[in-house]
């Protein structure tokens, strides 16, 4: 089992930068394949982006691709997310997700959700 904290959330300006950290308990961080997640209010719960176990393979929706960068440090059981050219439609609460068994780009495959950090962006 694994218990994921996000941290890092906060409101910033359209255009702006955020930094996401997601911190993994367990001595088994590296088995897992890591993603973020997002859900906005009156709205279903969206993949935002997902990195292997080895941190050499990473996917992204096509709504934040080229401005979010997930990456991972497996030594210190974290996962982040660079969030750039942040756009008010980005506004929402960003979850941290872990898979046992691949990478997850659906809710419904994921194991392992964090609590979720708000992020907001002011127009």
């Known amino acids: 089992q694994v218990q994921l904290v996000e941290s890092g959330g906060g409101l910033v300006q359209a255009g702006g930068s955020l930094s996401l950290s997601c911190a993994a308990s367990?001595?088994?961080?590296?088995?897992?394949?890591m993603g973020w997640f997002r859900q906005a209010p009156g709205k279903d719960r969206e993949f935002v982006a997902a990195?292997?176990?080895?941190?050499?393979?990473?996917y992204y929706a096509d709504s934040v691709k080229g401005r979010f960068t997930i990456s991972r440090h497996n030594a210190k059981n974290v996962v982040y997310l660079e969030m750039n050219s942040l756009k008010p439609e980005d506004t929402a609460v960003y979850y941290c997700a872990a898979d046992a068994e691949s990478v997850a780009t659906t809710p419904d495959k994921v194991d392992y959700w964090g609590q979720g950090t708000q992020v907001t962006v002011s127009s």
């Open positions: 367990g001595r088994t961080f590296g088995s897992y394949a």
């Open positions: 990195i292997s176990r080895s941190g050499g393979g990473t």
